[in-house]
């Protein structure tokens, strides 16, 4: 069986926002191949963040995809001003909107592609009537709010769930739908998540809280080669 394609997404969340540029610049160099956005609003969830003005800033620094995580509530009126300023990727939380398939729509009427994110008790469910809209589904691994929390295990009977939605869809439409997992990714627990279905890999803390990005890398790739 070929490879599968494996992408590493490093949260900035954890990088140093005092050199936000160039800790962007040292994960691509370091051979990740995505930057995740985390977008908080102190409402749909317990922290604050960055809006699109530092996703404006930090996109002349990077020809990579800036996937854009909305932690906010609600989400149709940010998705526009994120998208002019340059993000790739758009997701949201079904939750956060009350008219999913619209939020969905709009994302991709801006030129990006749409995915929706689950919290760890949320059901796949909200994605049975839209996953002809849907280019990324993200899981989440730990409650959203806050880098450097615990991999909640139950996610990985979820991802293999996931996983099963997507490969049927596909073998049916052809359409590529991403599986991406964002909370508590280490370089020891990745090879278990990647076996469970996932192919993009948030990971914040276990990159930038550690003193060598390209080690790191490499040694998460390295765990990946394993699957
Ligand atoms: C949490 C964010 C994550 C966070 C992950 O709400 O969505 O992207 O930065 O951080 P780690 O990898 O440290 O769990
Ligand atoms: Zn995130």
């Known amino acids: 069986m070929a490879q599968p394609t494996f992408r590493i997404a490093p949260s900035i969340l954890s990088a140093n926002f005092a050199k936000l540029g160039e800790e962007v610049q040292a994960v691509i160099a ?8 985390d977008v908080m609003d102190n409402h749909y969830v317990p922290n604050l963040t960055i809006g699109p003005v530092v996703c404006e800033a930090i996109r002349p620094c990077t020809d990579a995809l800036i996937d854009v995580h909305l932690m906010v509530k609600p989400v149709d009126a940010i998705i526009p001003m994120f998208a002019k300023a340059g993000a790739n990727i758009i997701t949201f939380h079904p939750e956060a909107s009350e008219h999913i398939d619209r939020s969905l729509g709009l994302i991709k009427e801006h030129g990006c592609k749409a995915g929706l994110v689950f919290n760890p008790a949320a059901p796949l469910s909200y994605l049975d009537y839209v996953m ?16 450097g929390q615990k991999f909640i295990p139950a996610t990985l009977d979820k991802l293999r769930e996931a996983r099963r939605r997507i490969d049927e869809y596909t073998a049916k439409t052809g359409k590529e739908i991403w599986l991406e997992i964002d909370g508590g990714v280490k370089v020891d627990n990745i090879a278990e998540i990647a076996r469970a279905g996932a192919d993009t890999f948030v990971a914040g803390s276990a990159i930038y809280n550690t003193p060598d990005y390209k080690a790191t890398i490499d040694a998460m ?7």
């Open 30 to 37: 370091a051979g990740a191949d995505i930057i995740h956005f």
């Open 132 to 147: 002809d809209k849907v280019d990324m589904i993200l899981l989440m691994s730990v409650n959203p709010g806050f880098g």
């Open 221 to 227: 790739r390295d765990e990946l080669a394993k699957v």
